[in-house]
């Protein structure tokens, strides 16, 4: 017993600082990929090797538009062996509350090889999303209401927070990743957040996975149980943006398709710092310590 003393000891404090700190990642882990646009000059083979269709491009007109959606995007670097204008980091705080803000793109000037020739000045039409049927409608009177008051509350007096992990057809790697946040290292109950056993006692859904078409009605029926006014954080390149798996006979694809989601976590898996970033940005507390 005494040793076991002893070691916490001298371990002393684990947990992280973030967010009054930067999330201190392994710079062998991997993040988001960055593309240089200004020096990108093809396109063709990044798009051939990503495997979830993150990187797509659209010729027309003697011009190419280029786009990259980090929603989609598992991390793998298959981009980045193929093409030496893009490049994996390891920043791992991604999360947006908008969905076309996870999208970027470029216009260029296309040659005769298939090749890019120039960059476009300005901002380059992004491709529309397939289209696909829309999430129900939320915005009642009192959802409006309650999410006003839910914001300046939780921006006065920070207060606490209660979620429900939903796994609606992940392979449970972010499962993997969530579990860690009650960790000691990234310990989320310091900011009075805690997971909870039922819908009924949730603030917020944290939802993972390409929602199987097993799990959809479970998870309209989960939305529906947890009291307004609610949040929903779409987890990891399957829940932001359908993964590998996309549409198909098993699956619905993204959260969005199913319910109305607030914020995006992408990543595959996101790691708890994703995570962490994600929450807190969904409550508006992000800054939390650096401010
Ligand atoms: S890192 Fe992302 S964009 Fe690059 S190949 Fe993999 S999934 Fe596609």
């Known amino acids: 017993m005494f040793g076991i003393l002893g070691k916490s000891l001298s371990t002393g404090i684990v947990t992280t600082k973030y967010p009054a700190a930067p999330p201190k990642v392994s710079i062998r882990a991997r993040g988001r990929p960055e593309i240089d646009w200004t020096q990108w000059k093809d396109?063709?083979?990044?798009?051939?090797?990503?495997?979830?269709?993150?990187?797509?491009?659209?010729?027309?007109?003697?011009?190419?538009?280029?786009?990259?959606?980090?929603?989609?995007?598992?991390?793998?670097?298959?981009?980045?062996?193929?093409?030496?204008?893009?490049?994996?980091?390891?920043?791992?705080?991604?999360?947006?509350?908008?969905?076309?803000?996870?999208?970027?793109?470029?216009?260029?000037?296309?040659?005769?090889?298939?090749?890019?020739?120039?960059?476009v000045p300005g901002p380059a039409p992004v491709a529309t999303e397939p289209a696909r049927p829309p999430a129900p409608a939320v915005s009642s009177p009192l959802e409006s209401i309650g999410r006003q008051i839910q914001q300046r509350s939780r921006l006065i007096f920070g207060r606490s927070l209660h979620i429900r992990e939903v796994d609606a057809g992940s392979c449970n790697g972010c499962e993997i990743e969530i579990a860690g946040l009650n960790s000691p290292v990234y310990d989320i109950e310091r900011f009075g957040i805690h997971f909870v056993a039922s819908p009924r006692h949730?603030?917020?859904?944290?939802?993972?996975?390409?929602?199987?078409?097993?799990?959809?009605?479970?998870?309209?029926?989960?939305?529906?149980?947890?009291?307004?006014?609610?949040?929903?954080?779409?987890?990891?390149?399957?829940?932001?943006?359908?993964?590998?798996?996309?549409?198909?006979?098993?699956?619905?694809?993204?959260?969005?398709?199913?319910?109305?989601?607030?914020?995006?976590?992408?990543?595959?898996?996101?790691?708890?710092?994703?995570?962490?970033?994600?929450?807190?940005?969904?409550?508006?507390?992000?800054?939390?310590?650096?401010?």
């Open 43 to 119: 396109a063709r083979p990044a798009a051939a090797a990503c495997p979830t269709g993150a990187i797509s491009f659209q010729d027309a007109g003697g011009h190419r538009t280029a786009r990259f959606d980090l929603a989609q995007c598992i991390f793998c670097g298959l981009c980045a062996d193929a093409d030496p204008a893009i490049r994996m980091t390891n920043r791992v705080e991604c999360a947006a509350r908008d969905r076309a803000s996870l999208i970027s793109a470029a216009r260029y000037k296309l040659g005769d090889d298939g090749a890019h020739r120039q960059l």
């Open 202 to 291: 949730a603030d917020m859904l944290l939802v993972t996975g390409p929602v199987t078409r097993n799990m959809e009605l479970a998870l309209r029926k989960t939305y529906d149980a947890t009291p307004e006014p609610r949040c929903v954080v779409a987890v990891g390149a399957c829940g932001c943006g359908g993964g590998i798996f996309g549409v198909n006979y098993a699956t619905r694809g993204p959260v969005d398709a199913v319910i109305p989601v607030d914020v995006y976590v992408p990543g595959c898996p996101p790691n708890p710092h994703a995570l962490l970033h994600g929450i807190l940005r969904a409550i508006h507390r992000e800054q939390w310590g650096r401010i």
